[in-house]
Protein backbone atom coordinates (compact mmCIF):
# COMPACT_ATOMS: atom_id res chain seq x y z
CA UNK A 1 0.00 0.00 0.00
CA UNK A 2 1.57 3.19 -1.09
CA UNK A 3 -0.69 5.22 1.05
CA UNK A 4 -1.71 7.20 -2.29
CA UNK A 5 -5.63 6.61 -2.27
CA UNK A 6 -7.49 7.37 -5.71
CA UNK A 7 -11.32 7.05 -6.52
CA UNK A 8 -12.66 6.15 -8.42
CA UNK A 9 -10.81 2.64 -9.73
CA UNK A 10 -13.48 2.26 -12.73
CA UNK A 11 -15.49 4.73 -14.82
CA UNK A 12 -16.90 4.25 -17.57
CA UNK A 13 -19.15 7.32 -19.07
CA UNK A 14 -20.10 8.67 -23.28
CA UNK A 15 -18.46 10.94 -25.33
CA UNK A 16 -19.02 14.84 -24.00
CA UNK A 17 -19.10 13.92 -20.86
CA UNK A 18 -17.40 15.20 -17.79
CA UNK A 19 -16.00 13.13 -15.16
CA UNK A 20 -13.83 14.01 -11.90
CA UNK A 21 -11.12 11.99 -10.55
CA UNK A 22 -9.85 12.05 -6.97
CA UNK A 23 -6.68 11.36 -5.32
CA UNK A 24 -5.71 11.51 -1.82
CA UNK A 25 -1.70 11.96 -1.22
CA UNK A 26 0.17 10.37 1.49
CA UNK A 27 0.08 11.80 4.75
CA UNK A 28 2.78 14.48 5.21
CA UNK A 29 3.23 15.11 0.93
CA UNK A 30 2.27 18.40 -0.11
CA UNK A 31 3.26 17.55 -4.01
CA UNK A 32 0.42 16.14 -6.32
CA UNK A 33 1.31 14.31 -10.08
CA UNK A 34 -1.17 13.30 -12.34
CA UNK A 35 -0.12 10.79 -15.43
CA UNK A 36 -1.72 8.94 -17.81
CA UNK A 37 -1.24 6.09 -19.14
CA UNK A 38 -2.30 4.77 -22.51
CA UNK A 39 -0.94 1.99 -24.81
CA UNK A 40 -0.18 4.19 -27.53
CA UNK A 41 0.67 7.07 -25.67
CA UNK A 42 2.72 5.21 -22.34
CA UNK A 43 3.16 7.26 -18.96
CA UNK A 44 2.87 11.35 -19.86
CA UNK A 45 3.03 13.59 -17.50
CA UNK A 46 -0.29 16.24 -17.24
CA UNK A 47 0.45 18.39 -14.18
CA UNK A 48 2.28 19.31 -10.68
CA UNK A 49 0.76 20.78 -7.59
CA UNK A 50 1.91 21.75 -3.96
CA UNK A 51 0.65 22.79 -1.77
CA UNK A 52 -2.24 24.24 -3.67
CA UNK A 53 -0.43 25.89 -6.26
CA UNK A 54 0.33 24.39 -9.50
CA UNK A 55 4.04 24.25 -10.29
CA UNK A 56 4.58 22.41 -13.73
CA UNK A 57 2.71 21.37 -16.10
CA UNK A 58 2.86 18.82 -19.20
CA UNK A 59 1.16 17.73 -21.83
CA UNK A 60 -2.33 18.41 -20.37
CA UNK A 61 -5.56 19.34 -22.54
CA UNK A 62 -7.21 22.55 -22.29
CA UNK A 63 -10.30 20.20 -21.71
CA UNK A 64 -8.45 18.70 -18.48
CA UNK A 65 -8.16 20.65 -15.73
CA UNK A 66 -7.09 20.09 -12.18
CA UNK A 67 -6.60 21.74 -8.79
CA UNK A 68 -5.40 21.00 -5.25
CA UNK A 69 -7.60 21.96 -2.27
CA UNK A 70 -5.85 22.53 1.40
CA UNK A 71 -6.34 19.52 2.81
CA UNK A 72 -3.81 18.49 -0.20
CA UNK A 73 -6.25 16.10 -2.13
CA UNK A 74 -6.56 16.77 -5.93
CA UNK A 75 -9.21 16.23 -8.70
CA UNK A 76 -8.74 16.11 -12.31
CA UNK A 77 -11.32 17.04 -14.26
CA UNK A 78 -12.12 15.90 -18.05
CA UNK A 79 -14.41 17.87 -20.04
CA UNK A 80 -15.95 17.31 -23.45
CA UNK A 81 -14.48 13.63 -23.17
CA UNK A 82 -13.43 12.04 -26.56
CA UNK A 83 -12.69 8.06 -26.99
CA UNK A 84 -9.45 9.06 -27.12
CA UNK A 85 -8.94 9.70 -23.48
CA UNK A 86 -9.94 6.27 -22.67
CA UNK A 87 -6.89 5.34 -20.48
CA UNK A 88 -5.47 4.75 -16.78
CA UNK A 89 -4.84 8.16 -14.74
CA UNK A 90 -2.79 7.51 -11.58
CA UNK A 91 -1.71 9.93 -9.21
CA UNK A 92 1.31 10.20 -7.26
CA UNK A 93 2.68 11.97 -4.31
CA UNK A 94 6.66 12.57 -3.74
CA UNK A 95 8.29 11.99 -0.91
CA UNK A 96 11.64 11.41 0.39
CA UNK A 97 12.74 12.14 -3.03
CA UNK A 98 9.94 9.63 -5.01
CA UNK A 99 7.01 9.24 -6.04
CA UNK A 100 4.81 7.49 -4.85
CA UNK A 101 1.69 6.21 -7.22
CA UNK A 102 -1.68 5.02 -6.54
CA UNK A 103 -3.49 2.23 -8.16
CA UNK A 104 -4.91 4.48 -10.73
CA UNK A 105 -8.24 5.23 -12.39
CA UNK A 106 -9.71 3.42 -15.01
CA UNK A 107 -11.61 5.55 -17.66
CA UNK A 108 -13.68 3.91 -20.54
CA UNK A 109 -15.33 6.34 -23.13
CA UNK A 110 -17.15 4.80 -24.95
CA UNK B 1 13.80 19.97 -21.19
CA UNK B 2 13.99 16.11 -19.95
CA UNK B 3 13.77 13.22 -21.46
CA UNK B 4 14.40 9.24 -21.34
CA UNK B 5 14.98 6.69 -24.11
CA UNK B 6 14.46 2.87 -23.23
CA UNK B 7 16.08 1.07 -25.41
CA UNK B 8 13.97 -2.20 -26.70
CA UNK B 9 10.09 -1.72 -25.99
CA UNK B 10 10.18 -5.85 -25.24
CA UNK B 11 13.15 -7.74 -23.71
CA UNK B 12 12.74 -11.70 -23.04
CA UNK B 13 15.42 -13.35 -20.92
CA UNK B 14 15.52 -17.00 -19.21
CA UNK B 15 14.80 -17.69 -15.70
CA UNK B 16 18.58 -17.45 -14.35
CA UNK B 17 20.20 -15.24 -16.70
CA UNK B 18 21.23 -11.37 -16.44
CA UNK B 19 18.39 -9.47 -16.85
CA UNK B 20 19.87 -5.74 -18.46
CA UNK B 21 17.07 -2.41 -19.17
CA UNK B 22 18.69 -0.08 -20.79
CA UNK B 23 17.86 3.72 -20.10
CA UNK B 24 19.39 6.77 -21.70
CA UNK B 25 18.58 10.31 -20.16
CA UNK B 26 18.64 14.06 -21.29
CA UNK B 27 18.54 16.57 -18.82
CA UNK B 28 19.73 20.14 -18.45
CA UNK B 29 20.91 19.91 -15.04
CA UNK B 30 22.21 17.22 -12.42
CA UNK B 31 19.22 14.61 -12.90
CA UNK B 32 17.77 12.97 -9.83
CA UNK B 33 16.91 9.18 -11.70
CA UNK B 34 14.53 6.41 -11.00
CA UNK B 35 13.16 2.81 -11.65
CA UNK B 36 10.06 1.97 -11.63
CA UNK B 37 8.11 -1.62 -11.70
CA UNK B 38 4.21 -2.39 -12.80
CA UNK B 39 2.36 -5.35 -12.08
CA UNK B 40 -0.31 -6.13 -14.35
CA UNK B 41 -3.49 -3.81 -13.14
CA UNK B 42 -1.11 -2.34 -10.08
CA UNK B 43 0.27 0.99 -9.61
CA UNK B 44 3.77 1.76 -10.32
CA UNK B 45 6.51 0.76 -7.84
CA UNK B 46 10.16 2.24 -6.66
CA UNK B 47 12.56 0.20 -7.63
CA UNK B 48 15.24 2.20 -6.82
CA UNK B 49 16.60 5.98 -7.08
CA UNK B 50 19.66 7.86 -7.58
CA UNK B 51 19.90 10.97 -6.02
CA UNK B 52 23.60 12.27 -6.21
CA UNK B 53 25.50 10.00 -4.15
CA UNK B 54 26.75 6.62 -4.82
CA UNK B 55 26.87 6.05 -8.99
CA UNK B 56 25.97 2.52 -8.01
CA UNK B 57 22.85 2.11 -6.59
CA UNK B 58 21.16 -0.68 -5.52
CA UNK B 59 17.54 -1.34 -4.98
CA UNK B 60 14.34 -3.69 -4.45
CA UNK B 61 14.16 -7.66 -5.61
CA UNK B 62 18.14 -8.00 -6.22
CA UNK B 63 18.10 -5.33 -8.87
CA UNK B 64 20.83 -2.43 -9.24
CA UNK B 65 21.33 0.28 -11.70
CA UNK B 66 24.96 2.65 -11.76
CA UNK B 67 24.80 5.98 -13.36
CA UNK B 68 27.20 6.84 -16.30
CA UNK B 69 27.11 10.58 -16.48
CA UNK B 70 29.60 10.34 -19.66
CA UNK B 71 27.24 8.67 -21.33
CA UNK B 72 24.16 9.57 -19.49
CA UNK B 73 22.59 6.12 -18.93
CA UNK B 74 21.24 4.44 -16.10
CA UNK B 75 21.11 0.43 -16.78
CA UNK B 76 19.30 -1.52 -14.98
CA UNK B 77 20.42 -5.02 -14.01
CA UNK B 78 19.55 -8.09 -11.94
CA UNK B 79 21.98 -10.76 -11.85
CA UNK B 80 19.89 -13.70 -11.76
CA UNK B 81 16.18 -13.44 -13.50
CA UNK B 82 12.73 -15.10 -11.50
CA UNK B 83 9.66 -15.63 -12.94
CA UNK B 84 8.34 -13.33 -10.49
CA UNK B 85 10.21 -10.36 -12.51
CA UNK B 86 8.07 -10.44 -15.67
CA UNK B 87 6.78 -6.88 -15.36
CA UNK B 88 6.89 -3.62 -16.89
CA UNK B 89 9.91 -1.42 -16.08
CA UNK B 90 10.11 2.38 -16.65
CA UNK B 91 12.74 4.65 -15.94
CA UNK B 92 12.29 8.33 -15.01
CA UNK B 93 14.31 11.34 -14.55
CA UNK B 94 13.52 14.34 -12.32
CA UNK B 95 14.90 18.52 -12.93
CA UNK B 96 14.23 19.80 -9.68
CA UNK B 97 14.24 23.17 -8.27
CA UNK B 98 13.65 23.06 -4.61
CA UNK B 99 13.64 27.07 -4.44
CA UNK B 100 10.14 27.03 -6.78
CA UNK B 101 8.89 23.47 -5.99
CA UNK B 102 9.06 22.86 -9.57
CA UNK B 103 8.95 19.38 -10.59
CA UNK B 104 8.61 17.34 -13.09
CA UNK B 105 9.17 13.73 -13.42
CA UNK B 106 9.12 12.37 -16.70
CA UNK B 107 9.02 8.51 -17.61
CA UNK B 108 10.19 6.59 -20.30
CA UNK B 109 8.22 4.40 -22.82
CA UNK B 110 8.62 1.45 -20.65
CA UNK B 111 10.36 -2.17 -21.21
CA UNK B 112 8.00 -5.23 -20.92
CA UNK B 113 10.19 -8.33 -19.74
CA UNK B 114 9.69 -11.68 -20.18
CA UNK B 115 11.21 -14.10 -18.46
CA UNK B 116 11.14 -17.71 -19.53
CA UNK B 117 11.21 -20.75 -17.60
Redesign the interface.
Known amino acids: D?G?TQTPKHLITATGQRVTLRCSPRSGD??V?W?QQSLDQ??Q?LI?Y??G?E??K?NILERFSAQQFPDLHSELNLSSLELGDSALY?C?S?GD????????SRLTVL | AQSVTQLGSHVSVSEGALVLLRCNYSSSVPP?L?W?VQYPN?????LL?Y?SAATLVKGINGFEAEFKKSETSFHLTKPSAHMSDAAEY?C?VSESSWE???????????TSLSVIP
Open positions: SVLSYYGLFQYNERAGFARGELFFGEG | YFYQGLQLKTFATSYDKVIFGPG
